[in-house]
Each structure stands twice: as C-alpha cells, then as structure tokens.
C-alpha cells in the first residue's frame, strides 16, 4: 500500500514563483500594451504604474525595454514585494533600479506622479465589491494619468466561471489549479482559490480571491463616470480547435462562450 505524501506549508518564495509561473504572461501584456497606446496617440508610452503590483514582475521588464521608461508597482501587502525585490528588481543594472520604484501603499491614496499607462491586471480590481468602491478607485486612476493617458484592465467570464468546479492546468514541475468555490447570483460575489500540486503532494488554498464578479458594460459605465472620455473592449481571437489564439481586436459584440478573458482600454 502505498503512503499519501503529507502537504506542508509551501514557503513565501515558493509560492510566489509558481504563482508567477503558472498565471502571469507580463510580456504579452507589455507587447499588448506597447501596440495599442502607439495606435492611439503616434508614440510610445513611457511611463507605467503597476496597481495591485505584487512582486511588480511587468513593471521591473517595463524598464529594461527602453532607457526612457519609467515604473512604479503598488501594492498593500509587504510579502510580494519584497519577493519582488529580491528577484526582479536585482535583475535591473544599477541606471534601471534608478526608474523603478516599490511602493508599499493602497491605489485609493494619491500619488506625486502621473504615468502614461496604469494597469490593473489579474483582475485585482475585482476585490471592491461595491459600486461606489470601484468608482472612487476608476477616479483615482483618472487622476493619476497623464493627458495622453490610458487604464488598461483584463477581465473574464463566461458560463463557467459562475459553476463550482476545480480546473487543473498542468505545467512543467506542478499543477495548477483554479477552484470557484462558491457563487452567489443575489449579490454577484464569488469565492476563489488557487491550489497547486508539487512531487505528488497537493497544497490547497495557497491564494485566496473573495471577489465581486463584474461585467464588461458595468465596468465601462463606471469608467465614463469616473471622467474618462472613451473605453474600448478587447476580444480574443480564435483557434481552429476552439481555444482562443492570444490576439486581441477591438469589438462591441460577441457570442457568450464556456470561457473568455478580455482586455478594457479607457482613455483619460
């Protein structure tokens, strides 16, 4: 008979790593980011502020792309970030450190500088559950950027991501999975976790997500109430096979599908 392995305590580098691994794709982001702030105003953004930043991995790459760039990452939580600084800010030279800046703060504060890009990625926002929360924040970031300033946040849904159900994505040393615990249709909140499996053991609810789910049409209504001028809603391509191909283009209507992930542009 063979013994179950006992799960212990994954450590803070650990955790994190894997995290990283298996859900950021930051250079698609920048890429993404880079291409379409140049088809809106002629040139390239020079400037990013990282909201919900964590380890602030996208705005250490940020820098290094070009030597008039400029980030900051934000973050409430110490524990990302000194992850962060210890495995992303080390990998700047010492010019590159001289742009980027950790900020251990809340995005609702203000802030002594304007950026031409804010992001809030991982769909972190989804943490105000309130109208009038993510109103106050939207303003804030109206606030933030500079005239020729542009919001980009990602999004998701779909039929499944409102059912209880574990989803195992397998990578090169573990698996990771996304389990939607609980949904409640009444006040649209959800209850999330992320697990990861490693050398035969499983540790469970290494990150927690007690969210509201929002939709692309409350969030754009939010916008333009927070003062921005226009939004644009991104939509993901297609494969043959049905999976999407990791190309976004602008659209206002789409078919509802078992699962999506989508980009909205607003623009100060």
């Given at each position: 008979?063979?013994?179950?392995?006992?799960?212990?305590?994954?450590?803070?580098?650990?955790?994190?790593?894997?995290?990283?691994?298996?859900?950021?794709?930051?250079?698609?982001?920048?890429?993404?980011?880079?291409?379409?702030?140049?088809?809106?105003?002629?040139?390239?953004?020079?400037?990013?502020?990282?909201?919900?930043?964590?380890?602030?991995?996208?705005?250490?790459?940020?820098?290094?792309?070009?030597?008039?760039?400029?980030?900051?990452?934000?973050?409430?939580?110490?524990?990302?970030?000194?992850?962060?600084?210890?495995?992303?800010?080390?990998?700047?030279?010492?010019?590159?450190?001289?742009?980027?800046?950790?900020?251990?703060?809340?995005?609702?504060?203000?802030?002594?500088?304007?950026?031409?890009?804010?992001?809030?990625?991982?769909?972190?926002?989804?943490?105000?559950?309130?109208?009038?929360?993510?109103?106050?924040?939207?303003?804030?970031?109206?606030?933030?950027?500079?005239?020729?300033?542009?919001?980009?946040?990602?999004?998701?849904?779909?039929?499944?991501?409102?059912?209880?159900?574990?989803?195992?994505?397998?990578?090169?040393?573990?698996?990771?999975?996304?389990?939607?615990?609980?949904?409640?249709?009444?006040?649209?909140e959800v209850l999330y976790y992320i697990h990861f499996k490693i050398d035969g053991v499983k540790h469970k609810k290494v990150f927690t997500y007690d969210w509201r789910m929002w939709s692309p049409a409350e969030l754009r209504e939010i916008l333009e109430e927070a003062g921005f001028s226009k939004s644009i809603i991104y939509w993901e391509g297609?494969?043959?096979?049905?999976?999407?191909?990791?190309?976004?283009?602008?659209?206002?209507?789409?078919?509802?599908?078992?699962?999506?992930?989508?980009?909205?542009?607003?623009?100060?």
């Amino acid at each position: 008979m063979t013994k179950k392995k006992m799960a212990s305590a994954l450590t803070v580098e650990e955790k994190h790593r894997l995290y990283e691994d298996s859900v950021q794709c930051h250079e698609a982001d920048i890429e993404f980011i880079n291409k379409e702030y140049k088809r809106l105003f002629k040139r390239d953004p020079l400037s990013l502020r990282e909201d919900f930043g964590g380890t602030a991995a996208m705005a250490c790459d940020w820098v290094k792309q070009d030597a008039t760039r400029t980030a900051w990452g934000i973050d409430l939580d110490p524990e990302p970030i000194e992850y962060g600084k210890k495995h992303h800010y080390t990998r700047l030279n010492e010019e590159e450190q001289t742009r980027m800046k950790y900020i251990e703060g809340n995005v609702l504060d203000e802030f002594d500088f304007k950026s031409d890009v804010i992001v809030a990625f991982n769909f972190s926002y989804f943490c105000f559950k309130k109208r009038k929360q993510l109103l106050e924040y939207f303003k804030k970031v109206h606030q933030g950027l500079k005239d020729e300033g542009t919001f980009f946040i990602d999004l998701f849904g779909g039929t499944e991501c409102f059912q209880p159900m574990e989803e195992k994505t397998k990578h090169g040393t573990h698996n990771y999975y996304w389990d939607c615990d609980r949904y409640n249709p009444l006040t649209g909140e959800v209850l999330y976790y992320i697990h990861f499996k490693i050398d035969g053991v499983k540790h469970k609810k290494v990150f927690t997500y007690d969210w509201r789910m929002w939709s692309p049409a409350e969030l754009r209504e939010i916008l333009e109430e927070a003062g921005f001028s226009k939004s644009i809603i991104y939509w993901e391509g297609d494969e043959e096979d049905g999976t999407g191909d990791g190309e976004f283009y602008p659209s206002e209507d789409e078919e509802n599908c078992d699962s999506w992930v989508t980009y909205i542009c607003a623009i100060k």
